[in-house]
T-cell receptor
Framework: DQQVKQNSPSLSVQEGRISILNCDYT??????FLWYKKYPAEGPTFLIS?????DKNEDGRFTVFLNKSAKHLSLHIVPSQPGDSAVYFC??????????????FGAGTILRVKS | DAGVTQSPTHLIKTRGQQVTLRCSPK?????VSWYQQALGQGPQFIFQ???????QRGNFPDRFSGHQFPNYSSELNVNALLLGDSALYLC??????????FGPGTRLTVL
């Protein structure tokens, strides 16, 4: 049972344009969402997060949008740069405990930014 | 400031063998989580350790066990290896409730 889904295995975008990566979830208990970026031979790197009490969070070129009613979130990268080429994972967690979050990941989307 | 480190980088084992993977958390972190990433999939939560105890566990069999030491470092043990255990094993460290920082992973191949 895949609770977090990234339906696009890959995305190709021209440098300078917007990249939009999408993620859907099924578990209504999820209350915190994150995006991680992963380069080959490295571990995932935290990019940006959003709490379920918000519908938008922005950090520089990266913006995450959350639509709770649709159980959908998206990551916008503007403008896209060749260095953004990586695998992007959407992750979700529920019931943030004092012992930290158990993260549920999607399968990832490979982003290629062409120069 | 050293990040999360894992050893070994790569490992090849045969079916039925046992393996131990190691993780040193980022300086100042006391919580360690382990994830398994199979080819073409996202990381799957195995378990989490805090104060030397397993606090949360994912849907993995008892063949997967772990340990956390007083210095917060951690080990992941897998017994009776199966071909399906071949994956990238990721360790992540954090303070409880904070963002998790991942190590580069250990690539395990079971033949």
């Amino acid at each position: 049972d895949q609770q977090v889904k990234q339906n696009s295995p890959s995305l190709s975008v021209q440098e300078g344009r917007i990249s939009i990566l999408n993620c859907d979830y099924t578990n209504s208990m999820f209350d915190y969402f994150l995006w991680y970026k992963k380069y080959p031979a490295e571990g995932p790197t935290f990019l940006i997060s959003i709490s379920s009490i918000k519908d938008k969070n922005e950090d520089g070129r990266f913006t995450v949008f959350l639509n709770k009613s649709a159980k959908h979130l998206s990551l916008h990268i503007v403008p896209s740069q060749p260095g953004d080429s990586a695998v992007y994972f959407c992750a979700a967690s529920a019931l943030i405990t004092e012992y930290g979050n158990k993260l549920v990941f999607g399968a990832g989307t490979i982003l290629r930014v062409k120069s | 400031d050293a990040g999360v480190t894992q050893s070994p980088t790569h490992l090849i084992k045969t079916r039925g063998q046992q393996v131990t993977l190691r993780c040193s958390p980022k300086s100042g972190h006391d919580t360690v989580s382990w994830y398994q990433q199979a080819l073409g999939q996202g990381p799957q939560f195995i378990f989490q350790y805090y104060e030397e105890e397993e606090r949360q566990r994912g849907n993995f069999p008892d063949r997967f066990s772990g340990h956390q030491f007083p210095n917060y470092s951690s080990e992941l043990n897998v017994n009776a290896l199966l071909l399906g255990d071949s994956a990238l094993y990721l360790c992540a460290s954090s303070h409880p409730g904070d963002e998790q920082f991942f190590g580069p992973g250990t690539r395990l191949t079971v033949l």
